[in-house]
């Protein structure tokens, strides 16, 4: 099993709050797994080629002009694939945490992939209206994908977490942990690195510092995730238990897919388990 942290998306600069750090734009943190059977995994999207290409239409003038994506194509998940030496079509699956616009964007660049996704988010993104429309952009999955929704497994957990482990070739390698509150059907997703877990929090909060003990938010990210909740009880519920977790096992690496200065980290060798072999834009 190798893991690749890359950065699919570069987007505002976000000022530090805890000493020593430096501004960093924010980043679409996404994991490439290689798995031992030579399967390729891809952990969230990002933003992709189409995005890049037709952004206002993809992903809407007010979020362009509110986030100030980069729209790089070398930050493009396809990108990140052709430097490690894939092709697109080696992704066999995609795992999301969600159908946010930045998190599913680069899915019209793997056509062929199958597309796990919580079966709550799935009905939420696909039958969205309104105001959903600003999170939710049906452009990006116009192409038809290979849906694999998946339920609640009751039953099964994860280190105390409800878990869903059902998925079909990668059962109990990679595994959906429900973390609603963000969106409906918002997940992390934990990988099996043998020794210890990465968990993608995907927005489930946007800061490590809100991961101490006490917290320590960033006032802007913390608006932001305030003003994206479709739950307040959730999203701060499942904030608390995964702060726990994060101080009672220390087998466990929780990252947030918009904090650059944990993708950074990463990059560094901050987890011996996991690789890159390059570092993204904004992450230098």
């Known amino acids: 099993m190798q893991v690749h942290h890359i950065n699919c998306g570069s987007l505002r600069v976000i000022d530090p709050v805890i000493p020593g750090e430096e501004p960093l734009p924010a980043v679409c943190h996404c994991l490439l797994v290689e798995t031992d059977t030579g399967d390729l995994v891809l952990v969230e999207t990002g933003i992709g080629t189409a995005d890049i290409a037709d952004p206002i239409h993809r992903l809407g003038a007010a ?3 509110m986030v100030q994506p980069a729209l790089a194509e070398d930050e493009t998940a396809v990108a990140h694939l052709r430097r490690l030496g894939h092709q697109p079509q080696d992704v066999r699956d995609i795992v999301l945490t969600h159908l946010d616009l930045d998190h599913a964007g680069g899915l019209t660049d793997f056509p062929d992939a199958r597309v796990h996704v ?14 959903l429309l600003t999170r939710y952009r049906p452009p990006q999955w ?3 994908p290979r849906w694999q929704p998946h339920p609640d497994t009751s039953g099964e957990h994860w280190f105390g977490f409800e878990a869903v482990r059902d ?3 990668l059962a109990n390698t990679i595994v959906l942990i429900p973390l609603a509150g963000h969106t409906r059907g918002h997940t992390g997703i934990a990988v099996d690195l043998g020794d210890r877990w990465l968990l993608h929090a995907g927005d489930a909060f946007y800061y490590h510092g809100e991961l101490n003990q006490p917290p320590r938010p960033h006032p802007v990210m913390q608006f932001l995730a305030e003003a994206n909740e479709t739950d307040r009880h959730q999203r701060i519920s499942n904030l608390e238990r995964l702060r726990h977790l994060h101080h009672d096992t220390a087998t466990i690496d929780i990252f947030a897919a918009h904090d650059p200065w944990t993708l950074q980290h990463h990059l ?8 890159s072999t390059e570092t993204p834009a904004g992450c230098r």
């Open 63 to 65: 979020w362009v002009e």
């Open 167 to 169: 998925i079909d070739g």
């Open 142 to 144: 116009a192409h038809q």
């Open 268 to 275: 560094r060798g901050g987890n011996a388990s996991a690789s």
């Open 118 to 131: 919580h079966e709550a988010e799935h009905r939420a993104a696909t039958t969205a209206s309104g105001r």
